[in-house]
């Protein structure tokens, strides 16, 4: 039985997101690089050659394609290649935490205000307002003097900076979907107020929170290797691209593929992710055809 | 005579808007001073332009919007201030179709999910029996049993409709207010909906509130019927009586406007223009809220507001101040353009 | 339009004081002497005392807060812990030059990304817009500190065009002081000028799609006439909407610029007080930073207001 719809569709159904997806080669590079980074993050003690924290003095400051070290060696005779791949756990956790962080706490609030409205959704507004006038850099300080600098403090500040946008945008998703139609069906059923928002709008808002999501991703990369770099994430020796890049600082002149390497990693994850993150918001437009 | 299943009195609906947060700039008044009676069997529809309010007092109706004023009540029971719990209770009793197919069927719920709703939410039944009752109701629709496990955008808009209506039945309510369940439909695919309406009601009895701005369907589907303009209510009348002898000026022009089938019938018709356009319900006029595209109007008509009348005591009613003490309609065409 | 803009100065104020209650209250739970933290003295008994009565600090939490709010307002931000001397004058001291920067980014980012923005939508799905596009998703992507070390890197160190560091006050040597900041603002504003760019192109395309440019072209108006008259004034509607939210990247961006090029700014400031747990220091940037945010997003607010009733407004999406 095939469908006939007046008009376009609301909503991009499911089963054919994926085939819009694939259709978009940028897309495609993008999922498929960000999927890279991730395996390289969960595989890192299996695939790095060496140590990432072995030091040898014998073998300082070596360039890229020295024998046994593809990449060179830090100042500390430490294996490029392989600080690579376990900084990819870093970033990885970063990326992965802090949406997860600002998922569980934006949308619950999101929901409730947006379907009941009234005095909590007022708060919850001027709340979010609040948390807005912070940067995530001060944050992030406040978190690192109070608590100490870690990479978990690192990632619980930047999901708290990306809280308020997330309740924004859930909020205004619920407030679209309670006006629709099969919502008052739903009343009109006899189901209870839960019901209509967990099984109900929160399906409906799945797709532009996994869009959103994919955004938190490449952010926090960027904001994580920021946050080591300034010595308020991952603390030495444990590897981190941020991390790289401030011991690459003072050689720059002498071995400049220090700074080069993390750098270029950084990047390449950052931009798969948005690749991936655009392909899907545009997969998930209705308005655009193909 | 037996209780009627919905008696609404007085019902009244305002809409404040504002700008920003608190500063209110104006009262939309949607419905204003609507009172009828529907009983078990019947149905009673309820005609009106876009903007005549219609629409909002099946949401009032059936408690989906709260209303400004009046009293409502289901199978006796006052529903009208309701506390929700109650309330949810009540919504066994009665249930809605609404206008849009592609909006009112949950795009990610099977149409067995869907059509299970109302059974699940009222613990009324699970597990097998749900199973063979949300079957047993798809037949009685016209669909085969295997659709449960399908999806909303797998079906064409009668076919959701037929769903909705299933939905809607499931558990026999008392009460159905359809609202304008045929607009999104194409016209070939009305007609069996209406057939289906017409037979679900013979067969279950539930008292139906039927919304349109189509007078022809209302004209196969209701037993009596209501005509709104701005929100109040002009015109009620039984179906045959209604387009035998309309009174009100509003429904002349109404009526005036549907086609009939025979051209040289149709030709020989006096077709009334109304002036100008349905004036805003945030400012009604004043008086009677008819009188500024009347074409009978006099000066009477823009002071008092005309009461609804049972002239001859049959159940008539119309309200307007050039009507004679026996039902003598006025004449619209004296005032009309030939 | 004044009772909007008297409702968005209340709201604005009552999120400057709900900040100001979460830095007070940070400053509170940290570890230590809270007459140290609050203002940077009293490391000796008799002055300790004299700075408890200053703050209050044996009165119930609430006056405490008053008290800290009213010494704030005045100017008080207590010492240094690291160098002694009074917060507000290194403030006063350290913030032009941040503004500078910040302006001076902000300058670049709309002078690269408004035209880009333009020019891509102007030629859809052609290879400028390609590009732009290109370009634009790279500078979202690439870290702009690394940015900035490669640019040292390939200007200082290899081509020895502009310094690395330092500065000169603009005061003393206005070519000077701009030859090192342009390297900088650039870092900075790059960031900015690929999402100005995405905006302003996504606003123009949704514009020039519209049905009054419809009209205007079938009046027979130029293609230029249309975009610049019609379809540009509804994206600077977005382009100061966008300003104002990136303004908080801004704050942060020049924290990790300034460590780079290492220019002596309020955002290196905060770096340097962290390293050596500088409590009033950290307090004072943190008030100062939420403060900027706030009443910038104000100014956005009013000139959105301004710029609204005279132009047809599409849903720009913010």
């Given at each position: 039985?095939?469908?006939?719809?007046?008009?376009?569709?609301?909503?991009?159904?499911?089963?054919?997101?994926?085939?819009?997806?694939?259709?978009?080669?940028?897309?495609?590079v993008g999922?498929i690089l960000a999927l890279g980074v991730v395996a390289i993050a969960l595989a890192a003690p299996f695939i790095a050659p060496r140590d990432p924290a072995s030091t040898d003095f014998g073998a300082l400051l070596l360039p890229p394609l020295s024998e046994g070290h593809p990449l060179g060696t830090d100042d500390l005779g430490r294996d490029v290649i392989s600080r690579v791949i376990w900084g990819a756990q870093a970033s990885m956790q970063a990326g992965v935490?802090?949406?997860?962080?600002?998922?569980?706490?934006?949308?619950?609030?999101?929901?409730?205000?947006?379907?009941?409205?009234?005095?909590?959704?007022?708060?919850?507004?001027?709340?979010?307002?609040?948390?807005?006038?912070?940067?995530?850099?001060?944050?992030?300080?406040?978190?690192a003097?109070?608590?100490?600098p870690s990479l978990t403090?690192a990632t619980?500040?930047?999901?708290?900076?990306?809280?308020?946008?997330?309740?924004?945008?859930?909020?205004?998703?619920?407030?679209?979907?309670?006006?629709?139609?099969?919502?008052?069906?739903?009343?009109?059923?006899?189901?209870?107020?839960?019901?209509?928002?967990?099984?109900?709008?929160?399906?409906?808002?799945?797709?532009?929170?996994?869009?959103?999501?994919?955004?938190?991703v490449p952010?926090a990369i960027i904001a994580e290797s920021s946050l080591s770099f300034l010595g308020l994430g991952v603390q030495p020796p444990t590897p981190s691209w941020g991390v790289m890049l401030t011991t690459a600082q003072p050689y720059m002149d002498r071995a400049p593929w220090l700074a080069l390497v993390p750098g270029l990693a950084i990047s390449i994850a950052s931009l798969s992710f948005n690749l991936?993150?655009?392909?899907?918001?545009?997969?998930?437009?209705?308005?655009?055809?193909? | 005579?037996?209780?009627?299943?919905?008696?609404?009195?007085?019902?009244?609906?305002?809409?404040?808007?504002?700008?920003?947060?608190?500063?209110?700039?104006?009262?939309?008044?949607?419905?204003?001073?609507?009172?009828?009676?529907?009983?078990?069997?019947?149905?009673?529809?309820?005609?009106?332009?876009?903007?005549?309010?219609?629409?909002?007092?099946?949401?009032?109706?059936?408690?989906?919007?709260?209303?400004?004023?009046?009293?409502?009540?289901?199978?006796?029971?006052?529903?009208?201030?309701?506390?929700?719990?109650?309330?949810?209770?009540?919504?066994?009793?009665?249930?809605?179709?609404?206008?849009?197919?592609?909006?009112?069927?949950?795009?990610?719920?099977?149409?067995?999910?869907?059509?299970?709703?109302?059974?699940?939410?009222?613990?009324?039944?699970?597990?097998?029996?749900?199973?063979?009752?949300?079957?047993?109701?798809?037949?009685?629709?016209?669909?085969?049993?295997?659709?449960?496990?399908?999806?909303?955008?797998?079906?064409?808009?009668?076919?959701?409709?037929?769903?909705?209506?299933?939905?809607?039945?499931?558990?026999?309510?008392?009460?159905?207010?359809?609202?304008?369940?045929?607009?999104?439909?194409?016209?070939?695919?009305?007609?069996?909906?209406?057939?289906?309406?017409?037979?679900?009601?013979?067969?279950?009895?539930?008292?139906?509130?039927?919304?349109?701005?189509?007078?022809?369907?209302?004209?196969?589907?209701?037993?009596?019927?209501?005509?709104?303009?701005?929100?109040?209510?002009?015109?009620?009348?039984?179906?045959?009586?209604?387009?035998?002898?309309?009174?009100?000026?509003?429904?002349?022009?109404?009526?005036?406007?549907?086609?009939?089938?025979?051209?040289?019938?149709?030709?020989?018709?006096?077709?009334?223009?109304?002036?100008?356009?349905?004036?805003?319900?945030?400012?009604?006029?004043?008086?009677?809220?008819?009188?500024?595209?009347?074409?009978?109007?006099?000066?009477?008509?823009?002071?008092?507001?005309?009461?609804?009348?049972?002239?001859?005591?049959?159940?008539?009613?119309?309200?307007?101040?050039?009507?004679?003490?026996?039902?003598?309609?006025?004449?619209?065409?004296?005032?009309?353009?030939? | 339009?004044?009772?909007?803009?008297?409702?968005?100065?209340?709201?604005?104020?009552?999120?400057?004081?709900?900040?100001?209650?979460?830095?007070?209250?940070?400053?509170?739970?940290?570890?230590?002497?809270?007459?140290?933290?609050?203002?940077?003295?009293?490391?000796?008994?008799?002055?300790?005392?004299?700075?408890?009565?200053?703050?209050?600090?044996?009165?119930?939490?609430?006056?405490?807060?008053?008290?800290?709010?009213?010494?704030?307002?005045?100017?008080?931000?207590?010492?240094?812990?690291?160098?002694?001397?009074?917060?507000?004058?290194?403030?006063?001291?350290?913030?032009?030059?941040?503004?500078?920067?910040?302006?001076?980014?902000?300058?670049?980012?709309?002078?690269?990304?408004?035209?880009?923005?333009?020019?891509?939508?102007?030629?859809?799905?052609?290879?400028?817009?390609?590009?732009?596009?290109?370009?634009?998703?790279s500078g979202l992507s690439v870290p702009h500190f690394w940015l900035g070390l490669m640019l040292i890197l390939l200007f200082a160190s290899s081509l020895r065009l502009l310094p690395a560091s330092g500065?000169?006050?603009?005061?003393?040597?206005?070519?000077?002081?701009?030859?090192?900041?342009?390297l900088p603002?650039f870092v900075?504003?790059t960031g900015?000028?690929?999402?100005?760019?995405?905006?302003?192109?996504?606003?123009?395309?949704?514009?020039?799609?519209?049905?009054?440019?419809?009209?205007?072209?079938?009046?027979?108006?130029?293609?230029?006439?249309?975009?610049?008259?019609?379809?540009?004034?509804?994206?600077?509607?977005?382009?100061?909407?966008?300003?104002?939210?990136?303004?908080?990247?801004?704050?942060?961006?020049?924290v990790i610029t300034e460590s780079i090029f290492l220019v002596?700014?309020?955002?290196r400031?905060?770096i340097?007080?962290?390293v050596?747990?500088?409590?009033?220091?950290?307090?004072?940037?943190?008030?100062?930073?939420?403060?900027?945010?706030?009443?910038?997003?104000?100014?956005?607010?009013?000139?959105?207001?301004?710029?609204?009733?005279?132009?047809?407004?599409?849903?720009?999406?913010?």
């Open positions: 039985m095939t469908a006939a719809m007046a008009g376009f569709p609301r909503r991009v159904p499911s089963f054919a997101l994926i085939g819009r997806f694939s259709e978009r080669p940028l897309a495609v999922a935490f802090s949406t997860l962080l600002a998922v569980l706490v934006a949308v619950p609030i999101g929901l409730v205000s947006g379907y009941y409205r009234g005095a909590p959704d007022l708060i919850a507004m001027r709340l979010t307002d609040t948390m807005l006038a912070f940067p995530y850099l001060i944050v992030a300080v406040g978190l003097v109070v608590l100490g403090n619980i500040a930047i999901g708290l900076v990306q809280i308020p946008k997330l309740l924004r945008v859930t909020r205004g998703e619920v407030l679209a979907l309670r006006e629709e139609t099969f919502v008052a069906g739903a009343v009109a059923d006899g189901a209870t107020d839960a019901f209509i928002i967990f099984r109900h709008i929160l399906p409906n808002v799945v797709n532009t929170l996994l869009v959103q999501s994919t955004i938190i952010y991936f993150g655009d392909g899907l918001r545009d997969a998930l437009d209705p308005r655009l055809r193909r | 005579m037996s209780e009627p299943v919905l008696a609404v009195s007085g019902l009244r609906k305002h809409f404040v808007l504002t700008a920003g947060l608190f500063a209110a700039v104006g009262t939309v008044r949607a419905v204003e001073d609507v009172s009828f009676e529907i009983r078990s069997g019947e149905t009673l529809g309820l005609v009106g332009e876009s903007g005549s309010g219609k629409t909002t007092v099946g949401r009032c109706v059936t408690r989906l919007i709260d209303p400004t004023a009046g009293r409502i009540t289901l199978n006796g029971a006052d529903i009208t201030r309701l506390s929700r719990s109650r309330l949810r209770e009540m919504r066994r009793h009665m249930h809605v179709v609404f206008q849009d197919p592609y909006s009112s069927l949950d795009p990610r719920m099977s149409i067995g999910d869907i059509v299970a709703g109302p059974l699940r939410h009222h613990g009324i039944a699970s597990g097998g029996e749900l199973r063979r009752r949300v079957d047993a109701m798809l037949e009685a629709v016209g669909m085969r049993a295997g659709i449960r496990d399908r999806f909303p955008h797998q079906l064409s808009g009668g076919q959701r409709q037929r769903v909705a209506i299933a939905r809607a039945l499931i558990l026999e309510p008392n009460l159905l207010v359809a609202d304008e369940p045929l607009s999104a439909l194409d016209a070939s695919v009305q007609a069996s909906i209406i057939n289906l309406l017409l037979d679900l009601q013979a067969r279950m009895g539930f008292a139906c509130l039927y919304i349109t701005h189509d007078l022809s369907a209302a004209k196969v589907l209701c037993d009596r019927i209501a005509v709104m303009y701005l929100g109040r209510i002009v015109e009620v009348a039984a179906n045959e009586q209604l387009f035998a002898a309309p009174r009100h000026p509003y429904t002349q022009a109404l009526l005036s406007a549907v086609l009939t089938p025979d051209p040289s019938a149709q030709q020989a018709r006096r077709r009334i223009v109304l002036e100008g356009d349905i004036p805003s319900p945030v400012e009604p006029p004043s008086g009677c809220v008819f009188h500024t595209r009347c074409p009978v109007a006099i000066a009477r008509c823009a002071v008092d507001e005309p009461a609804l009348v049972d002239h001859l005591g049959d159940g008539h009613v119309a309200a307007c101040h050039l009507i004679g003490p026996r039902g003598e309609a006025p004449d619209i065409l004296a005032g009309a353009q030939p | 339009m004044s009772r909007f803009l008297l409702r968005r100065s209340g709201i604005a104020l009552i999120t400057l004081l709900l900040a100001s209650v979460l830095v007070f209250v940070g400053a509170r739970a940290l570890p230590g002497d809270p007459a140290i933290a609050l203002s940077g003295e009293g490391f000796d008994p008799a002055a300790n005392a004299a700075i408890r009565q200053k703050y209050g600090l044996d009165d119930p939490l609430p006056v405490q807060y008053g008290r800290w709010l009213i010494l704030v307002v005045q100017g008080e931000l207590g010492r240094s812990t690291r160098s002694g001397l009074p917060v507000a004058a290194i403030v006063r001291d350290r913030i032009p030059l941040t503004l500078e920067l910040a302006g001076l980014a902000m300058l670049l980012a709309i002078a690269i990304g408004l035209p880009a923005g333009v020019l891509a939508a102007a030629r859809r799905g052609g290879r400028v817009d390609l590009l732009a596009n290109a370009v634009a998703l500065f000169t006050p603009f005061t003393e040597d206005p070519l000077d002081n701009l030859r090192r900041m342009i603002a900075l504003g900015i000028a690929a999402v100005l760019m995405r905006q302003v192109r996504s606003t123009m395309i949704e514009t020039l799609g519209a049905d009054y440019v419809r009209t205007a072209r079938a009046k027979g108006l130029s293609e230029r006439d249309v975009i610049v008259g019609h379809a540009l004034r509804n994206s600077l509607i977005s382009v100061v909407t966008l300003v104002g939210l990136e303004l908080g990247a801004l704050i942060s961006g020049s002596p700014g309020f955002g400031l905060i340097d007080a962290v050596s747990r500088d409590y009033p220091v950290i307090q004072a940037v943190a008030l100062i930073s939420a403060a900027a945010y706030i009443v910038l997003n104000l100014g956005v607010d009013v000139m959105y207001s301004l710029l609204n009733p005279k132009i047809r407004v599409t849903r720009a999406s913010a």
